[in-house]
């Protein structure tokens, strides 16, 4: 094709000479393949709310593990201060009941007035620590026997207690904050004696 054809062509389109095609604004633009498609055109609205409430119950679920778990570590630390010092009262308790054995003999010798005081004096100083740290002694004289807090080493007929009491203590339990520490050694009664020597129940067999 010659020059001047390639004129006659420009003109019949009706576009001056030496000028560029010009753009159609209305023709739609070309597809951009790196262009993002929305979320919820990808769903849809029910996948999309489905979705959403399933994330919303787990982070429930999640904090709610969380809060129990810090419960549960709360509470374990407290259980541990309360009984923090049960090691220590154990190991002090046979102190304590020689410091009593000590009182039980100066009692019995009228030259031991001093030491006497002196061995009360302690013992008190003693109990009143142990109330201070929440270690009370168990009651057990004159209590019916509870296998949760006394020990029962014997038993004997009594017409002063009835059967199952406890008779006698031998050793003196403690408790810390409703835990046992040692329970409390007893003798407790098995009711009175029988006429022929024996208990209510009957002659004990030989």
């Known amino acids: 094709m010659t020059i001047e054809d390639s004129k006659v062509t420009e003109q019949k389109a009706g576009r001056p000479e ?3 095609p010009t753009p159609d604004h209305n023709e739609a633009p070309a597809p951009d393949d790196h262009q993002e498609v929305p979320i919820i055109e990808l769903l849809g609205d029910e996948r999309l709310q489905e979705e959403l409430d399933k994330a919303k119950a787990e982070v429930l679920l999640a904090k ?3 809060e129990n778990y810090r419960k549960r570590v709360q509470r374990d630390l407290q259980q541990e201060r309360r009984f923090a010092a049960m090691p220590l009262l154990r190991d002090l308790l046979p ?5 009593g054995r000590a009182i039980e003999a100066s009692e019995k010798s009228a030259a031991a007035t001093g030491l006497l005081e002196g061995f009360r ?3 008190q100083q003693i109990e009143t620590i142990f109330t201070q740290h929440g270690c009370q002694q168990i009651s057990a004289a004159g209590e019916v026997f509870d296998p949760n ?3 029962a080493i014997s038993q004997m007929p ?3 207690f009835p059967q199952g009491a406890i008779v006698q203590v031998t050793q003196v339990g403690y408790e810390l904050n409703d835990r046992v520490v040692r ?3 007893v003798i407790i009664s098995s009711g009175p004696p029988a006429a022929d020597g024996g208990t209510e129940d009957g002659p004990t067999d030989q």
């Open 183 to 185: 329970p409390s050694q």
């Open 18 to 20: 030496g000028t560029e």
């Open 95 to 99: 102190v304590v009941d020689n410091i």
């Open 149 to 151: 807090l006394h020990e």
């Open 121 to 123: 004096l302690v013992a």
């Open 158 to 160: 009594s017409t002063d």
């Open 64 to 66: 709610a593990d969380l």
